[in-house]
C-alpha cells in the first residue's frame, strides 16, 4: 500500500503564532508532495508544489514568506503557517506522489488533513 | 491555467436509482482526470481515475466517460447505496509533466435516500 500521514491532525492556536504541519509518506519514497487548503464545503485548492532538496513553488496568490514549506527528504514535508490570524483557519491536506514523475500511475495519496484553528 | 467546472453542487437520489456527476475542462494538454470521495473532515479517496487514451472506465458499480474533443468527463455510479453519500470531486492534471498538479472540480454533495 502507500499511506501518508499528517500531523497533528487538529491544532488551535493564538492568532500571530506560527504552526507547522508534517506531511509523512509512511511506506514509499514520495517524489513530490503538494499542498491544498480547503475552506468548509469548498473544493480542495494546491497552494504549493514540494519537490526534495528545492524550493517549493506556490500557486498564484498562495504567499510563499506566510506559508513555508520544507521538503527535507522523500518521505516528509512541512508546511508552517507563520504568523497566523483567522483567516487562515482551513482544513490543510497534503498528497504524495509515489512514482517518478512521467512513469508509474501518477496516482496521489492523500494525507488525513490538518484543521487548523486560529483565534 | 487548467479550469474544471462541476455539476450539479448537490443530488439526491433514491436508493438503487443512479447518479451522474459531470465536469468539464478546460486544458486540452490534461490527460489524467480522477474522481475522489470525500466524508466529511476525511482525506479524499480515489474512487476510479481515467488517461486520455481511453474513453470509458467501469469498476463495478462506478465508471467514469470522457469526451476529449468536448474537454468533458463524467462519474457514473449505479445501484447507489446510503454509504455512496459523500461529496465527490473531480479533477484534472498533466501526468506528462509538472507531476500530478490536481485542478479539483468545486465538488458534488451526494444524498442516498432510503
Known amino acids: 500500500g502507500a499511506v501518508v500521514s499528517q500531523h497533528p491532525s487538529r491544532v488551535i492556536c493564538k492568532s500571530g503564532t506560527s504552526v507547522k504541519i508534517e506531511c509523512r509518506s509512511l511506506?514509499?519514497?514520495?517524489?513530490?508532495m503538494f499542498w491544498y487548503r480547503q475552506f468548509p464545503k469548498q473544493s480542495l485548492m494546491l497552494m504549493a508544489t514540494?519537490?526534495?532538496?528545492?524550493?517549493?513553488?506556490?500557486e498564484q496568490g498562495v504567499e510563499k514568506d506566510k506559508f513555508l514549506i520544507n521538503h527535507a527528504s522523500l518521505t516528509l514535508s512541512t508546511l508552517t503557517v507563520t504568523s497566523a490570524h483567522p483567516e487562515d483557519s482551513s482544513f490543510y491536506i497534503c498528497?504524495?506522489?509515489?512514482?517518478?514523475?512521467?512513469?508509474?500511475?501518477?496516482?496521489?495519496?492523500f494525507g488525513e488533513g490538518s484543521r487548523l484553528t486560529v483565534l | 491555467g487548467e479550469n474544471v467546472e462541476q455539476h450539479p453542487s448537490t443530488l439526491s437520489v433514491q436508493e438503487g436509482d443512479s447518479a451522474v456527476i459531470k465536469c468539464t475542462y478546460s486544458?486540452?494538454?490534461?490527460?489524467?482526470f480522477p474522481w475522489y470521495k470525500q466524508e466529511l473532515g476525511k482525506r479524499p479517496q480515489l474512487i476510479i481515475d481515467?488517461?486520455?487514451?481511453?474513453g470509458e472506465k467501469k469498476d463495478q458499480r462506478i465508471a467514469v466517460t470522457l469526451n476529449k474533443t468536448a474537454k468533458h468527463f463524467s462519474l457514473h455510479i449505479t445501484e447507489t447505496q446510503p454509504e455512496d453519500s459523500a461529496v465527490y470531486f473531480c479533477?484534472?492534471?498533466?501526468?506528462?509533466?509538472?507531476?500530478?498538479?490536481?485542478?479539483f472540480g468545486t465538488g458534488t454533495q451526494l444524498k442516498v435516500e432510503l
Open positions: 486544458d486540452s494538454a490534461s490527460n489524467y
Open positions: 479533477a484534472a492534471s498533466k501526468l506528462t509533466g509538472g507531476g500530478n498538479k490536481l485542478t
Open positions: 511506506d514509499f519514497q514520495a517524489t513530490t
Open positions: 498528497s504524495a506522489r509515489k512514482d517518478r514523475i512521467g512513469a508509474g500511475t501518477g496516482e496521489l495519496f
Open positions: 514540494s519537490n526534495e532538496g528545492s524550493k517549493a513553488t506556490y
Open positions: 481515467i488517461r486520455s487514451n481511453v
